[in-house]
């Protein structure tokens, strides 16, 4: 069985190429890949290559492959695994192995296993681990995009608040109390707001502050206040370009009492003290974004930590039942992770994308595995059908805008269906 792979083999050394994956042993499954989200954290890979503590040191010799928010169908099934799984399921991975210790992981460790490919082998750790989950739901992107989504779940549920008088940690957000997104109308904000507004804990006011007003235009267009007042939830959402002091600004939102649970999205030294100075007494103050710099620091009241209980948590990544959770809430439509994805490309496009992703704007970028196509803006589907006059993205426009000007089931499956450009 040949694949098509985007390769790491060092520091910004991304290769898109061909090989032949070997026979599948007893205990491996391999996989068809359909959908693979590029994340930030591939970005991060590919800068550092095998300085990376994920990727191994002899990459040059023996690359591996990119990718780990992906899903895909089942093609064959070792003996092992016969039992449990079959060939035509779908799938969603969880990346996050962490086997005997060990961290590698999909996407960052793996010559055969990795989401920027057509086929992949699964090894057996996976299965072991229970990280190739079933998936029920229609939508491949859904399945890609629960990694992420996983993410933005487990940052809720590690929060945590504390008992006056007693040693004890209550986890989760504060029902009812006041929220704050800082830096929130990215991808990973917006499915933050999509999750706070539908699932069983939620605040009574929720405040997302960005400081492009496009990023916040596009979130209005997603989460109506209308919405959230049907959910129980006061949303507002602010500009701190143009405030002299956003940090007061925001507390006056809440009267002074201050936020019970503050998420910062964004590794912006400002941005973490605002955060610190906007806590309520017990607030939690959650450290989402994951910096490059291994010294990134910014300063914290202490006086509030002793006096007034305000405390940090912060995590890397959702677990399985995170993941588990995500695609029961995608397969029943109370979440829908589309809200992320402002770009569609191909594998061709993979490369590039993951190298130049902090200078493409706009939210998740996703690849289809099986297609050659440039890595193109879902907004942009209109003026491409205009200017090139093709009768794909003359339909494309029209699906898009059926949906509120986002991704859907109904796009990817004529896409997969009327795409003829393969790679």
Known sequence: MKTKAVRLYGAKDLRLEEFELPKIKQDE???????????????????????????????????????????????????VWQHQFKPGDKFAIQPALNYKGSMASPGYSYKN?????????????????????PYKGEAFYEASLAEPMSCVIGAFHANYHTVTGKYEHVMGIVEGGNMALLAGCGPMGLGAIDYILHCDKRPRLLVVTDINEERIARAQTVFSKEEAKK????????????????????????????????????????????????????????????????????????????????????????????????????????????????????????????????????????????????????????????IDGDPFFTEMAKIIKRHNGLWSLEAEKYLLENYKKTI
């Open 29 to 79: 499954i391999l996989v068809k890949i359909i959908t693979d989200s590029v994340c930030m954290s591939s970005y991060k890979a590919t800068i550092l290559g095998e300085n990376h503590k994920r990727v191994p040191k002899d990459i040059g010799e023996n690359p591996i492959i990119m990718g780990h928010e992906f899903s895909g169908i089942i093609v064959e099934v070792g003996k």
């Open 113 to 133: 296993f990795g989401g920027a490919c057509t086929y992949a082998i699964i090894p057996p750790e996976v299965m072991e681990l229970g990280c190739l989950l």
């Open 231 to 386: 959910n129980g939830i006061e949303l507002i959402f602010v500009n701190t370009k143009n405030i002299e002091n956003p940090s007061e600004y925001l507390r006056e939102l809440t009267e002074n009492e201050g936020y019970h649970d503050v998420f910062v999205y964004a590794p912006i030294q400002e941005v973490v003290e605002d955060g610190d100075k906007i806590l309520a007494r017990d607030g939690c103050l959650n450290f989402f974004a994951g910096p490059t710099d291994s010294n990134f620091s910014a300063q914290m009241n202490f006086y509030n930590v002793h006096y007034a209980a305000t405390h940090v948590a912060g995590t890397s990544g959702g677990n399985t039942d995170d993941m588990k959770e995500s695609l029961e809430m995608s397969a029943r439509q109370a979440i829908n992770p589309a809200v992320m994805i402002t770009h569609i490309g191909g594998l061709n496009a993979a490369a590039d994308t993951t190298l130049n992703l902090p200078n493409i704007p706009g939210g998740k970028k996703l690849i289809y595995t099986h297609i050659d196509m440039e890595l193109t803006a879902i907004e942009e589907f209109a003026n491409k059908a205009k």
